[in-house]
């Protein structure tokens, strides 16, 4: 059982947006920014999304995140066969305030139909 | 170029120990935080431990605390990842990745505990 909650799958036609939510609490997203990650299969994962909402260089601009609370969001717009992944949001985790433990998200499978 | 580059997994038995190892190259290693990051077979991402640029600050997930041990040599470009009393549910892909963002993974290693 992760500590952060994510659908275990989403699904959209090419050319559409979907959205992938993130769910944690006051110990991890709450007080910490949040990254998303890519991973294609059989590849290592890959860095989308990093502080909430901001792009590595190289990651186009269909890529969003958002954080609102103790939730996050990611964002893909204009869906190609390309973006078909598994999808992780990540954390770090808070004791006594102090963040030690970085938290990953259980991941989302995205199929584009 | 910028990569991360993970050796030493291998098939080893339960209770058995291994050391693996991470090369950095292409950016200032000692610059950086850094962390292991497991995956099992067909399951997701799990965070295994960080450790600061300078190595004076560590953390571990409690599933490895008190069996593995990270570290790092920045004069070899090198992240460690000691991990002893291995068990069946340490089987899994190790990456290693630059923190904090982990903006940077390498490609992994797979460590297999089995009799």
């Known amino acids: 059982q992760s500590v952060l909650t994510q659908p275990p799958s989403v699904s959209a036609a090419p050319g559409q947006k979907v959205t992938i939510s993130c769910s944690g609490s006051s110990s991890n997203i709450g007080n910490n920014y949040v990254s998303w990650y890519q991973q294609l299969p059989g590849t290592a994962p890959k860095l989308l999304i990093y502080e909430n909402n901001k792009r590595p260089s190289g990651i186009p601009d269909r890529f969003s995140g958002s954080k609102s609370g103790t939730s996050a969001t990611l964002g893909i717009t204009g869906l190609q066969t390309g973006d078909e992944a598994d999808y992780y949001c990540?954390?770090?985790?808070?004791?006594?305030?102090?963040?030690?433990?970085?938290?990953f998200g259980g991941g989302t499978k995205l199929t584009v139909l | 170029q910028v990569q991360l580059v993970e050796s030493g997994g291998g098939l080893v038995k339960p209770g058995g120990s291994l050391r693996l190892s991470c090369a950095a190259s292409?950016?200032?290693?000692?610059?950086?935080?850094m962390s292991w990051i497991r995956q099992a077979p067909g399951k997701g991402l799990e965070w295994v431990s960080y450790i600061s640029s300078s190595g004076s600050t560590i953390y571990y997930a409690d599933s490895v605390k008190g069996r593995f041990t990270i570290s790092r040599d920045n004069a070899k470009n090198s992240l460690y990842l000691q991990m002893n009393s291995l068990r069946a549910e340490d089987t899994a892909v190790y990456y290693c990745?630059?923190?904090?963002?982990?903006?940077?993974w390498g490609r992994g290693t797979l460590v297999t505990v089995s009799s």
């Open positions: 292409g950016f200032t290693f000692s610059d950086y935080y």
């Open positions: 990745a630059r923190a904090d963002d982990f903006d940077l």
């Open positions: 990540g954390t770090w985790d808070s004791s006594l305030s102090v963040p030690t433990n970085w938290v």
